[in-house]
């Protein structure tokens, strides 16, 4: 008995990606589709990273088809595949940089730092190339966070290469300078200082880099905003309303300059004691929640006030790689699949797919 090609279609588009809430036929994750008589084979082209999810889509993409009368031997491929995204209006994607995820927060003291390791090291653990820029050039916190020291080594004695931990690749001011040296430069010195770190560091095709951006939304902030090729950023908060102030603030200069908001993060959403377990809403409740109904941007998800997400950070070895299978870590490994899916439906870079033209004076 054969099996229409059409029938098959319909049985996809009844099957629902639960990352992307989308059917893979409308979602346009349909590949290489072919029939056989009864047999099917097809591919799932993921448009982002998913090593932990790959199995159980796989799983119900068979279930739905096998609902088909007479079908045969089922054959299902599901992969990733992460490509570059456009940027702000008179930029390009970097050539070795797929995404750039900025990862931002209107104040400093809101867990910004600690949510950009633990997003960085989430998408790692999903199986897609990762890079982790600590923006942040008064206080560098990533060497510590991720447990790496030393100084980079350069083969041409222009640029460097990146510093790499948990299959992290990172760069960061705090490489080239003595940990308790204060950085005592003006606006115009630091954003000439970062753009150095991320264009002079010899990043491995990344499909994303995180940058762990500076606290505020001044000058440098907006500097760097106009000039790194950003596809999207991500605003940590926390829920109480001095900070939910200072991170509407952020999300509207990230509007200002055409970035895209990825979503928020409400960091210390409630405080969980270490000895009974009872939850205190501490800095408030759902404020977060509130500031994404105002801007209309997607909430990305919620973090505990736990001691131990504070003590992994501090030894170097933050949540996602202390304890993988914890509460905390599986909540930074959905808040990242949610990122790196809002990446995914963002309009594709067409740049590469023109020429350059150049104009001479003969």
């Given at each position: 008995m054969s099996i229409a090609v059409e029938d098959v279609k319909a049985a996809l588009s009844k099957i629902v990606d639960p990352n992307t809430t989308k059917d893979y036929v409308s979602g346009k994750s349909v590949k290489n589709l072919k029939v056989d008589g009864s047999d099917i084979s097809l591919d799932i082209?993921?448009?982002?990273?998913?090593?932990?999810?790959?199995?159980?889509?796989?799983?119900?993409?068979?279930?739905?088809?096998?609902?088909?009368?007479?079908?045969?031997?089922?054959?299902?491929?599901?992969?990733?595949?992460?490509?570059?995204?456009?940027?702000?209006?008179?930029?390009?994607?970097?050539?070795?940089?797929?995404?750039?995820?900025?990862?931002?927060?209107?104040?400093?003291?809101?867990?910004?730092?600690?949510?950009?390791?633990?997003?960085?090291?989430?998408?790692?653990?999903?199986?897609?190339?990762?890079?982790?820029?600590?923006?942040?050039?008064?206080?560098?916190?990533?060497?510590?966070?991720?447990?790496?020291?030393?100084?980079?080594?350069?083969?041409?004695?222009?640029?460097?290469?990146?510093?790499?931990?948990?299959?992290?690749?990172?760069?960061?001011?705090?490489?080239?300078?003595?940990?308790?040296?204060?950085?005592?430069?003006?606006?115009?010195?630091?954003?000439?200082?970062?753009?150095?770190?991320?264009?002079?560091?010899?990043?491995?095709?990344?499909?994303?880099?995180?940058?762990?951006?500076?606290?505020?939304?001044?000058?440098?902030?907006?500097?760097?905003?106009?000039?790194?090729?950003?596809?999207?950023?991500?605003?940590?908060?926390?829920?109480?309303?001095?900070?939910?102030?200072?991170?509407r603030k952020g999300l509207k200069m990230f509007e200002k300059v055409g970035i895209p908001i990825l979503g928020v993060v409400e960091n210390m959403s409630v405080h969980i004691c270490t000895n009974c377990g009872h939850a205190e809403e501490i800095f408030g409740h759902g404020g977060g929640e509130k500031m994404c109904k105002d801007f209309g941007v997607d909430f990305l998800g919620a973090l505990p006030l736990t001691m131990a997400i504070r003590q992994q950070a501090d030894s170097g070895k933050p949540t996602v790689v202390a304890d993988p299978d914890g509460k905390e870590a599986a909540i930074y490994k959905q808040i990242a699949r949610k990122v790196a899916v809002q990446v995914a439906e963002k309009a594709k870079d067409m740049t590469s797919k023109f020429p350059t033209i150049v104009v001479k004076n003969d």
């Amino acid at each position: 008995m054969s099996i229409a090609v059409e029938d098959v279609k319909a049985a996809l588009s009844k099957i629902v990606d639960p990352n992307t809430t989308k059917d893979y036929v409308s979602g346009k994750s349909v590949k290489n589709l072919k029939v056989d008589g009864s047999d099917i084979s097809l591919d799932i082209e993921l448009g982002y990273p998913a090593k932990s999810q790959i199995d159980g889509i796989r799983s119900s993409v068979i279930a739905g088809l096998k609902t088909l009368p007479g079908v045969g031997n089922i054959s299902v491929s599901v992969y990733s595949k992460i490509i570059a995204h456009t940027v702000q209006r008179g930029l390009k994607p970097m050539v070795n940089v797929k995404n750039i995820i900025a990862v931002a927060s209107g104040k400093g003291g809101v867990g910004k730092s600690t949510t950009a390791v633990n997003l960085a090291l989430a998408l790692a653990a999903e199986g897609a190339s990762v890079g982790l820029l600590d923006a942040d050039i008064y206080g560098p916190s990533q060497p510590m966070m991720l447990g790496v020291s030393g100084r980079p080594e350069t083969k041409d004695g222009k640029s460097m290469e990146p510093l790499e931990n948990y299959g992290v690749q990172v760069s960061s001011i705090g490489f080239l300078i003595d940990p308790d040296e204060p950085m005592v430069w003006r606006g115009p010195m630091v954003t000439q200082a970062l753009q150095q770190l991320l264009e002079q560091t010899n990043w491995r095709d990344l499909d994303y880099l995180v940058v762990d951006m500076p606290p505020g939304t001044g000058d440098i902030q907006l500097t760097l905003s106009q000039k790194v090729p950003v596809t999207g950023a991500v605003i940590v908060t926390t829920p109480q309303d001095i900070a939910l102030l200072d991170a509407r603030k952020g999300l509207k200069m990230f509007e200002k300059v055409g970035i895209p908001i990825l979503g928020v993060v409400e960091n210390m959403s409630v405080h969980i004691c270490t000895n009974c377990g009872h939850a205190e809403e501490i800095f408030g409740h759902g404020g977060g929640e509130k500031m994404c109904k105002d801007f209309g941007v997607d909430f990305l998800g919620a973090l505990p006030l736990t001691m131990a997400i504070r003590q992994q950070a501090d030894s170097g070895k933050p949540t996602v790689v202390a304890d993988p299978d914890g509460k905390e870590a599986a909540i930074y490994k959905q808040i990242a699949r949610k990122v790196a899916v809002q990446v995914a439906e963002k309009a594709k870079d067409m740049t590469s797919k023109f020429p350059t033209i150049v104009v001479k004076n003969d």
